[in-house]
């Protein structure tokens, strides 16, 4: 009989496994992410489908400009990551934007809503008025005389457009002390700064209290500190105007205690 020399022979091997044959549980571990994986790509496909381009953009609160920008969202995807790339871009060109959020509506339309800052007073750098938010944030250049209480900037300070200048609790603490003088009928011309925002000064210029007595000068500046009681400054200041009014020609000092300096 002959052999065929290309047939291989069988060998037995002790150690021989056979073949496990094919399971999941093996797989288990990664399992989730898998299906996470597909339920992602199965939303990036629906996404694209015609249904979901995007048709309509209501746009409520916004400036021509701003509308004119989301209105190019049309025809993009509703699901697009383009939304939130405009929506973040937008808030960094327009610092006037104080909130713009936008919510889909199934299957075609977008849904924008933009609130913007209001402001609380004027800021003035030198030559420059800034409308500033109750955040201390300069959203816009004032262009235009606005009813607004002033606050001049004589610190060293440089401020540009989109800078906060102060925090919320100082801004509030001015907008209080600005409150009170007019409720005593001081005529204030302005609020200034010079080194500190906690160490504040009131232009006054005048009053119509018949309690008092105001400097024959016509104008005095009153310092204030922002860390003590409002009231209780104004309390002091009162006070030294009702007694030594006429004796006073150009400033005072409250900011310790029941004490009021002058000259």
């Not at 299957?107 to 402001?119: F, K």
């Amino acid at each position: 009989m002959r052999r065929n020399p290309t047939r291989t022979p069988k060998v037995f091997h002790a150690n021989y496994q056979p073949a496990r044959p094919f399971s999941w549980s093996a797989y288990k571990p990664v399992l989730p992410l898998i299906w996470l994986l597909i339920i992602a790509a199965g939303f990036l496909l629906v996404g694209r489908l015609p249904i979901f381009l995007i048709k309509t953009v209501g746009v409520t609160g916004a400036s021509a400009d701003t509308q004119a920008r989301l209105q190019s969202l049309i025809g993009q995807s509703l699901f697009s990551s383009k939304i939130s790339q405009l929506i973040d871009q937008l808030k960094q060109d327009s610092p006037v934007i104080d909130t713009l959020s936008c919510r889909r509506g199934i299957p075609d339309t977008l849904r924008c809503e933009v609130t913007v800052h209001q402001p609380v007073f004027l800021w003035q750098r030198q030559d420059k008025k800034y409308l500033v938010s109750s955040e201390g944030l300069l959203y816009a250049v004032a262009s235009e005389p606005a009813a607004l209480p002033l606050i001049e900037d004589r610190a060293a300070q440089v401020v540009e457009l989109g800078a906060y200048v102060a925090g919320s609790e100082i801004l509030a603490y001015y907008q209080k002390l600005y409150q009170l003088l007019l409720d005593q009928q001081f005529t204030v011309d302005r609020l200034f700064i010079d080194q500190s925002l906690y160490q504040v000064n009131a232009l006054l210029k005048g009053s119509s209290n018949e309690t008092i007595t105001f400097p024959a000068t016509g104008q005095i500046s009153v310092l204030f500190a922002a860390n003590r009681p409002a009231e209780d400054q104004i309390k002091t200041l009162m006070a030294l105007m009702q007694q030594k009014g006429a004796a006073i020609t150009e400033r005072v000092d409250v900011r310790v205690g029941e004490y009021a300096y002058y000259k």
